[in-house]
């Protein structure tokens, strides 16, 4: 490819890739086989790709994944916020998955230091968290705008779901939070009433979520949420903690 045509996928200002050359469907079929390498367990996963800064040599694991993360706004947002934990992207769509590598490399270059601790991993959520992750290794999951799947025959598709919760809660600390939001009710009712429901989680009371950073950024870092905002739509959160069941306390 000629230098000049590489150097045009990226803002000459910025330095950071440009999106329309990136962009891709707004969802992709998670049921669908898709070509991609796949660590077969989490002790597989060459974090030194990932995070060059930190390996080898370093003992850290990543805390916190942004599942479906788009063209990577929140986790942009959060390299900052928590500088000294790893944390990743996951996203099935190739383009996009690619954009949001370039943008994290682009922002390395530009602030030397930063943005060291945020990677991306083009993967499919729904069938390879367990290859990824060890039991309790999460401290934080985000759902941000997840396909909404409308017709019902589909809903097996949606990314949060009773079976999908038990996978979650494997890989989530006790204490570990997971954060949903959506722009569409039905969809938002659904993601509440499965967590709601489901005995490794219970939500955060309203001074928890006041208090906490991250609850802003949810419909403020990502190109979605900041259109619900442009169009002044409406948005519905669902914020959980994994909890030791009940009938596990005793």
């Not at 990136?22 to 796949?38: E, G, I």
Request: aromatic letters at 12%; proline letters at 7%; one cysteine or more.
């Amino acid at each position: 490819m000629p230098e000049t045509e590489v150097k045009s996928t990226f803002n000459k200002s910025t330095g950071l890739p440009r999106k329309r050359f990136y962009r891709a469907r707004a969802h992709s079929n998670p049921l669908s086989d898709s070509h991609f390498p796949v660590p077969i367990s989490p002790s597989h996963v060459d974090y030194s790709l990932h995070f060059p800064h930190f390996f080898p040599g370093s003992s850290k694991k990543i805390q916190f994944a942004d599942i479906g993360c788009g063209f990577g706004g929140l986790l942009i947002s959060l390299a900052t916020l928590f500088p000294e934990t790893l944390m990743v992207g996951m996203e099935l769509r190739d383009k996009v998955s690619e954009y949001v590598k370039e943008r994290i490399l682009s922002l390395r270059v530009a602030n030397p230091g930063q943005y060291q601790n945020v990677s991306v991993v083009r993967t499919n959520s729904m069938k390879y968290i367990p290859n990824y992750f060890e039991k309790a290794q999460l401290s934080k999951m985000f759902f941000l705008f997840p396909d909404p799947h409308f017709k019902e025959k589909n809903h097996r598709r949606r990314v949060i779901s009773p079976f999908l919760l038990d996978e979650y809660a494997y890989v989530l600390e006790v204490g570990g939070i997971i954060y949903t939001i959506t722009d569409v009710e039905e969809l938002g009712d659904w993601m509440k009433s499965c967590l709601e429901n489901h005995p490794m989680f219970e939500a955060l009371t309203e001074k928890e979520l006041e208090a906490d950073p991250v609850v802003k950024l949810l419909s403020s870092a990502t190109e979605e949420g900041q259109k619900v905002a442009r169009n002044e739509g409406q948005t519905f959160q669902a914020v959980y903690r994994r909890i030791v069941p009940s009938d596990q306390t005793s």
